[in-house]
């Protein structure tokens, strides 16, 4: 297994990024994003170099970090290679990309694999309803429809098993594929399923349902939910290692990275936890949204690391904290959040989905001072919308239609 | 602000004596409860709601269940939860939004305890809005609320003891000693003796409220007692950013202090309990220990669930039915336990299984919870079950049981009564 990150190997990229840091430190240029200038007080961008070069869950690795190794990152400037029409009346997820392959559905009838290289389709299969990102790990697909959970063989688009009952919704989890099993957040329980035949090994029921899809490093699933709770549980039987209580439910996806759980809630706090033994190391509490005289806290709806600096996405701004402390690095108000929108991070560089005048726009910051490092504006034949997804040397997206790749 | 007293003056409203905050000591009322083990005299037991009975019992089958088209007038509308007393089982059908009190003729029931035979049933044209509480002994009166503000006394063969005019739709009253304590829809806290004569009535918090404020209607839930007053909790409809206030009286009726819960998720005041140490409030789906003499929080706890029952407490521990069976450290809030409840996240999902949300009676260690109990210390199911065959071939609105318990338990030392919403009443022993 070497999609956990558990053995990075660090790497200071501060030092790579040479002229390109000084010059982001010193004021950018011609972008929109109102980023916070790093603070003296935020420490040293020290990321972990990641060992996954593939996007095999809706947030990458099976930590969720949204981070990559470095060689999966394109270089320079981001330019379309390709795009491929995906029709649907109701919309796309994330795509997920292993082996050169890249998978999305149409979250209505079918489900497509798509080359990498060439964005030719290898193969495609109807399938009813598929509602959140795919996962795809040791050669298995797993797709969550509105009633099921389905594996297919990633090479052939063969089904290899059907679970009835574990159904989930747009805003739901994503399953994880983590070794020889897969997770399912489903019902009012977390199910652990055997990757080859859907066999439930263990199930472990909070009695509330879960959107927050499950991160899994080393031989612990970490969960959360509307139960308020998160938890670490043992990938062989479920047993609870830990569990700490929040005070509102909790819909953004879990990631872990170097002994670290984090978690955002409804309540608008973003939690550091300890992984060995859930004990709070920091929290940050996002700044309310205000409109017309009320105060609502400001949802975490994604949360990505790279080790060193935690990005937490909310419907309306992407915020930058750093993992040791939680202290605040740097803003950007340009992000633009929809029920699929992400984050993905590496070789330094943070990619994002940002409003833009044309409709959506990506966007390429400079992971240590939030700087815009390119801006790409959609075009009539694709939307930046739904994603990214980062692997192999390419940046993908899927919206309006279409499957996109840049590099 | 004003004061009590100015307020009273300029709203012309008159109370007998004007007893309430015109200086003095309050009167202490005589509140000897003796825990009863072969009664449940009100919704929460004691005058504390503590649903914490000295005796229940230690297993059974269902004994007799009594139909809710056998009775006439039916036995339609909301079920309220069961009081007994006298060795009868007395129970309201509560007028709804399903149930409108202009078509509909509320009924309140008194059932044969021993046989399940029907005593009687009184029909109630004006509508009934809360559950039935017996005041007195030997035999008591069983008093209900109505939705044109009537409190109705009944005596043990049924006929009317006495009516009193409060005002506004009526939740559930709680006795105390020989006075009765009940809350208006409009937010008004009334003392009424167990003669029929009003002792005083407590005014909405806020100036705003008492000088313009129309009898607009709020949601309310049954007051509490306890040897230093009452305390009372509602949820004004046209504040949206005022959650639920919870107040602590005097006997006097001068309030000694308000709290504002925000409650989160959903902000119904579902229920109080209070102790020596702790008033325990349920509001929405979060459950507050709120200091009893001062209103002060000491903790919450967010059961993530956007309805919550009421609490029920015993020495140790706070058990609230919140979509699971909690059992929360009395101390520190922290969960010493859960009962998983399998109900899917939507009922449209599966409508054969629901939410925990009744209040759930403890005594002997146990915890009583659907058709049996669990074990009080770690919630392990000591016998019976969650009455799942009864949902399934049960014809009735799964969704307002979603936010409304399908079945409350009342015990007794050696049986424990429900009220169904599909099956009536159930006796279990």
Request: net charge negative; with cysteine; aromatic share 8%.
């Amino acid at each position: 297994m070497t999609d956990t990150g558990q053995r990075p190997t660090r790497r200071r990229l501060l030092a790579s990024l040479g002229s390109a840091a000084a010059v982001g430190a010193a004021g950018c240029l011609g972008t929109r994003s109102e980023h916070n200038p790093t603070s003296g007080e935020c420490p040293e961008y020290d990321p972990v170099e990641p060992a996954t070069a593939d996007w095999r869950g809706v947030m990458g690795p099976t930590t969720n970090t949204g981070a990559v190794a470095s060689e999966a990152v394109p270089e320079g400037d981001l330019a379309v290679d390709w795009t491929v029409p995906v029709e649907t009346y109701v919309g796309h997820h994330v795509p997920v990309v292993a082996d050169g392959t890249v998978y999305v559905h149409d979250m209505d009838d079918e489900l497509s694999a798509v080359d990498a290289d060439t964005g030719e389709r290898t193969w495609t299969r109807p399938l009813t309803d598929p509602e959140p990102a795919p996962a795809v790990g040791d050669g298995t697909l797993v797709v969550v429809t509105r009633e099921e959970t389905h594996a297919f063989d990633a090479a052939t688009g063969d089904r290899r098993w059907k679970r009835e009952g574990l159904g989930g919704g747009i805003f739901g989890a994503s399953p994880i594929v983590a070794g020889d099993t897969v997770y399912v957040q489903a019902g009012v329980a977390t199910h652990a399923l055997s990757r080859s035949t859907g066999e439930t090994r263990w199930r472990a029921a909070t009695g509330f349902p879960s959107d927050s899809t499950p991160a899994v490093a080393g031989d612990t699933v970490y969960t959360a939910g509307d139960d308020t709770y998160v938890r670490a549980l043992a990938t062989a039987d479920g047993t609870e290692r830990w569990r700490a209580k929040t005070s509102a439910r909790i819909a953004c996806n879990v990631s872990v990275v170097e002994g670290t759980v984090l978690v955002g809630t409804g309540a608008g706090s973003v939690l550091g936890l300890d992984a060995e033994t859930g004990a709070e190391r920091w929290r940050y509490r996002l700044e309310p949204q205000r409109a017309g005289g009320e105060s609502r806290p400001r949802r975490p709806e994604t949360i990505a690391t790279d080790g060193s600096r935690v990005y937490v996405a909310t419907d309306d701004r992407l915020v930058t904290l750093a993992l040791a402390d939680g202290t605040r690095c740097w803003d950007n108000r340009n992000y633009a959040g929809s029920y699929a929108s992400g984050i993905a991070v590496g070789a330094g560089k943070v990619f994002v989905p940002t409003h833009d005048d044309s409709g959506g726009a990506i966007t390429v910051l400079d992971a240590p001072t939030g700087n815009t490092r390119q801006e790409l504006a959609a075009g009539k034949r694709q939307r930046f919308d739904i994603g990214p997804s980062v692997a192999e040397g390419g940046v993908y997206f899927a919206g309006r239609g279409a499957v996109v790749r840049l590099s | 602000m004003l004061s009590r007293r100015e307020v009273l003056a300029a709203g012309g409203v008159a109370l007998a004596g004007g007893v309430a905050g015109c200086g003095g000591s309050p009167p202490s009322p005589d509140a000897t409860f003796d825990a009863p083990t072969t009664a449940w005299p009100t919704t929460g037991y004691d005058p504390q709601a503590t649903g914490h009975a000295p005796a229940g019992p230690p297993e059974g089958t269902v004994s007799w269940s009594v139909s809710r088209g056998s009775l006439d007038p039916p036995l339609y509308g909301a079920l309220a939860p069961p009081v007994v007393a006298d060795g009868a089982v007395y129970v309201t059908g509560v007028a709804t939004h399903y149930y409108r009190p202009d078509d509909f003729t509320s009924p309140l029931a008194a059932i044969d305890a021993a046989s399940g035979s029907v005593r009687w049933v009184e029909g109630f044209p004006d509508g009934l809005s809360g559950g039935p509480a017996v005041v007195g002994d030997d035999p008591g009166i069983v008093v209900v609320g109505g939705y044109d503000g009537t409190l109705h006394a009944v005596g043990s063969d049924g006929s009317s003891e006495w009516a009193a005019d409060l005002g506004g739709r009526l939740g559930t009253p709680t006795a105390y000693g020989n006075r009765l304590y009940v809350e208006s829809g409009n937010g008004r806290l009334h003392a009424v003796g167990s003669d029929g004569n009003r002792l005083w009535t407590a005014d909405r918090p806020g100036a705003l409220e008492l000088l313009v404020g129309p009898d607009e209607p709020v949601e309310t839930t049954m007051p509490v007692a306890d040897d230093r007053g009452v305390y009372a909790a509602f949820t004004p409809f046209e504040r949206e950013r005022e959650a639920v206030v919870v107040l602590g009286y005097d006997h006097g009726g001068g309030r000694r202090w308000r709290t504002v819960l925000d409650g989160r998720y959903g902000r119904s005041p579902n229920g109080l309990a209070v102790t020596d140490d702790a008033l325990y409030a349920t509001v929405g789906g979060t459950v507050y220990a709120l200091d009893a003499d001062t209103g002060k929080e000491r903790w919450r706890f967010v059961t993530g669930s956007e309805a919550a029952g009421p609490p029920t407490v015993d020495g140790e521990r706070v058990y609230v039915g919140a979509k699971n069976l909690y059992a929360l450290s009395r101390t520190d809030g922290g969960e010493r336990w859960r009962v998983v409840n399998e109900a899917p996240p939507s009922h449209d999902r599966d409508p054969t299984t629901l939410p925990y949300l009744a209040r759930p009676p403890v005594a002997d260690g146990r915890v009583y919870l659907r058709t049996g109990a669990v074990d009080a210390a770690d919630g392990t199911r000591l016998w019976g079950g969650d009455a799942d065959e009864w949902l399934q071939s049960g014809n009735y609105f799964a969704e307002p049981y979603y936010r409304r318990p399908m079945a409350s338990p009342v015990i007794t030392e050696e049986a424990m009564y429900l009220t169904h919403a599909h099956h009536g009443v159930v006796k279990v022993a």
